[in-house]
Nanobody, 123 residues
Framework: QVQLDESGGGLVQGGGSLRLSCAGS?????????MGWFRQAPGKEREFVVS????????SHADFVKGRFTISRDNSKNTVYLQMNNLKPEDTAVYYC???????????????WGKGTLVTVSS
């Protein structure tokens, strides 16, 4: 059974940085083939942020990332990191770690989910 545990959220001033971590226990090469992050702001739907594949390290990101967020992955630890720079108040949300099984899908859907970590950006 895959379990994803996020950490690193908190309160930061606008323009600041945060680094989120997500450790996946029970992951295999195929079960956590793609790992990434989604977020859900108050009153809004959950949206995709960024993802990274296990084998090639290729990444995919939402337009609003615009070079501010960087995802990285340590396969030996089944851990992904999200470095967020130049944070804006509109980045305030609960950030969820997700993992997808190996498949032919081109977009990430989240076969497995973490419980989320709150990021609050003050103006």
């Amino acid at each position: 059974q895959v379990q994803l545990d996020e950490s690193g959220g908190g309160l930061v001033q606008g323009g600041g940085s945060l680094r989120l971590s997500c450790a996946g226990s029970g992951c295999t090469v195929s079960s956590c083939y793609v790992m990434g992050w989604f977020r859900q702001a108050p009153g809004k739907e959950r949206e995709f942020v960024v993802s990274i594949t296990r084998s090639t390290g290729s990444t995919s990101h939402a337009d609003f990332v615009k070079g501010r967020f960087t995802i990285s992955r340590d396969n030996s630890k089944n851990t992904v990191y999200l470095q967020m720079n130049n944070l804006k108040p509109e980045d305030t949300a609960v950030y969820y770690c997700a993992a997808d099984k190996f498949s032919s899908r081109v977009t990430m859907i989240g076969d497995y989910w973490g419980k989320g970590t709150l990021v609050t950006v003050s103006s």
